[in-house]
């Protein structure tokens, strides 16, 4: 039998519910939720008195219903929704929660995309929330660069799954970025970059920084995931107009080549040098590189802690070699 709040009930008790999983106090503003039209979860709603004015299908709708710094909130029910054509997300202080537990990758509450555009999700707008949400990049066309930039500063990512590349059209992009961050102060914790499925077979990474501003960014217990098949992949990008205050932290972040091709290097260190910003990764693993960063830009990458192994074939934790030189 589906859950039942009297209507005077639902918003103290969902408002409650959201104060322990996104910590935002007493500053939640109103409350809308996205559900497939006809669901169960639909249904759900409506049976426990939510309003079809709250009810939203598509994410362009949703978030354009949303005010800026009042702390609004969507709940994602579990669904693939279309974000076509490209999403600006251009809300301050405006949150997305799926409903759903937390998990790391493959969350059931989604956005996926059938139009091809260079950058689908550009995040502009400062100090939003994405929670239990995957983001699934991908379709038939080489146009298909990235599945999100960061332009805007402060945004948080918890439990978020960026999943791509979907096809080996996208795979095969010189270029490509899944995620591309060109602003300051963005956090991640236990998200999943990437996927398994197909070879990425061209210089492309799972981040890129760039941009002439701070790009100083956190990533706490993420894994970074790809099908290496060629030699000239990366897990990182720098650009060489990435700023040089920047500092990107990792801490306890695990990269994992399970592709048959071994790159020469898991970061790009061309934009750390030009601008001499730097990168730190404590408690992190490298598996299927041969180093983590060239010599050439080790002044300016600190390896604390952690391992690389040689190849993706060392995937039992033998050959662990701590060296990075």
């Known amino acids: 039998m589906a859950l039942r709040i009297r209507k005077r009930d639902l918003k103290p008790y ?17 409350i809308l939720y996205m559900a497939n039209s006809g669901s169960e979860f639909e249904a759900n709603l409506l049976d426990n008195g939510v309003p079809t004015s709250e009810i939203f299908t598509g994410i362009e709708a949703a978030e354009d219903a949303l005010t800026s710094a009042k702390n609004d909130v969507i709940l994602l029910t579990p669904g693939v929704y279309s974000a076509t054509p490209a999403m600006t997300w251009d809300k301050s202080n405006c949150h997305v929660l799926g409903l759903s537990p937390d998990v790391i990758g493959y969350n059931p509450c989604y956005f996926t995309h059938t139009a091809d555009q260079d950058v689908w999700w550009t995040v502009s707008g400062a100090n939003n929330t994405f929670h239990n949400v995957r983001f699934q990049h991908g379709g038939t066309s080489a146009t298909n660069a990235h599945a999100m930039e960061l332009t805007g500063s402060s945004n948080r990512f918890y439990y978020c799954h960026f999943d791509g590349p979907e096809t080996t059209t996208e795979a095969a992009i010189s270029g490509y970025d899944l995620v591309k961050i060109s602003e300051e102060y963005q956090n991640f914790s236990k998200c ?35 099908n290496c098949g060629a030699t000239t992949n990366l897990f990182i990008h720098t650009y060489q107009s990435l700023n040089g205050g920047s ?45 983590v960063v060239a010599a050439t830009y080790e002044a300016y990458v600190w390896f604390t802690g952690g391992s690389v192994f040689r190849t993706s074939a060392l995937v039992n934790g033998l050959g662990i070699n701590p060296d990075v030189s």
Not at 194 to 206: E, I, K, Q, R
Not at 268 to 275: A, E, K, S
């Open 247 to 291: 500092h990107i932290h990792f801490n306890n972040c695990s990269f994992q080549n399970l592709g048959t091709s071994t790159p020469q290097y898991a970061v790009d260190g061309y934009g750390l040098n030009t601008n001499n910003a730097m990168m730190t990764f404590k408690d992190c693993d490298f598996c299927g590189v041969t180093d």
């Open 14 to 30: 969902v408002m409650q519910w959201l104060n322990n999983k996104l910590q935002l106090g007493l500053g939640i503003g109103k």
């Open 192 to 226: 999943l970059f990437g996927n398994p499925w197909n070879a990425m077979t061209d210089v492309s990474a799972l981040l890129g920084f760039t941009g002439n501003k701070n790009a100083t960014s956190f990533f706490k217990d993420c894994i970074f995931q790809k």
